[in-house]
């Protein structure tokens, strides 16, 4: 059975750093993509960030650009979200969310499996 597990999340005062962690059990990151979304109370969910195998290519949303990085461990079934120079407009649950196997070149739209999401809050 597949498994998403969210860490890393907290409150942090504006400008600090968070790093969330996305665990994957039950199968092996072999060729999938791994997304990060976010969802703040009031609003739709947003994507933030994705990372594809097929060719280890990334991609953020406008809003967290040069400011988030996503990575991955494969050893560990792991993917990671660094976000740096924390605003509060930042704060929302934030998933995690895997779509395998999935050799596109480009984000999926529809994702298989979800974590339960991870607070975070930008707050001083």
């Known amino acids: 059975q597949v498994q998403l597990v969210e860490s890393g999340g907290g409150l942090v005062q504006p400008g600090g750093s968070l790093r969330l962690s996305c665990a994957a059990s039950?199968?092996?990151?072999?060729?999938?993509?791994i997304g990060w979304f976010r969802q703040a109370p009031g609003k739709e969910r947003e994507g933030v960030s994705c990372i594809r195998s097929s060719d280890s290519s990334t991609y953020y949303a406008d809003s967290v650009k040069g400011r988030f990085t996503i990575s991955r461990d494969n050893a560990k079934n792991t993917v990671y979200l660094q976000m740096n120079s924390l605003k509060p407009e930042d704060t929302a649950v934030y998933y995690c969310a895997l779509r395998s196997p999935w050799r596109g070149s480009y984000c999926p739209r529809v994702y298989d499996y979800w974590g339960q999401g991870t607070q975070v809050t930008v707050s001083s």
């Open positions: 039950g199968f092996t990151l072999d060729y999938y993509a």
